[in-house]
C-alpha cells in the first residue's frame, strides 16, 4: 500500500518543486503548501466533520447523509476539474 502511495504522490511532488521559480519558492511555499493541506483536512474531518456527523443522541440515518453528501461533493469537484488534471501530467517542458 505504501509503495502505490509513493508512485502515486512522489512525482507531483517533485514535479512541483521543479516548477517552482527561485529558491524563495522552493524554500517557503513547497513546504506550505505540503503541510497546510494535510493540517486543515486533519482539522475539517476530525473536529467539524466528526462533531457534525456523530453527535451526542444522533441517529445513525443523518450519518449516512452527511457521508453520502461529502462523497457527492468530493466526486463533483473531481469531474469539474479532471480535465486539468490530466495536463498536469503530459508536460514535455518538464523532465520528469
Known sequence: G???VAM???PPILKAFVVL??????LFFFPFFLVVPGI???WFVGRMLNRWLIP????SASAYW???GWTLLTMTVWLLT????RTLISDEELPL
Open 56 to 59: 451526542g443522541g444522533a441517529a
Open 82 to 85: 479532471r480535465r486539468r488534471l
Open 40 to 42: 486543515l483536512v486533519q
Open 21 to 26: 521559480p527561485w529558491w524563495t519558492g522552493k
Open 8 to 10: 502515486v504522490c512522489i
Open 2 to 4: 505504501l509503495l502505490i
Open 66 to 68: 452527511w457521508v453520502g
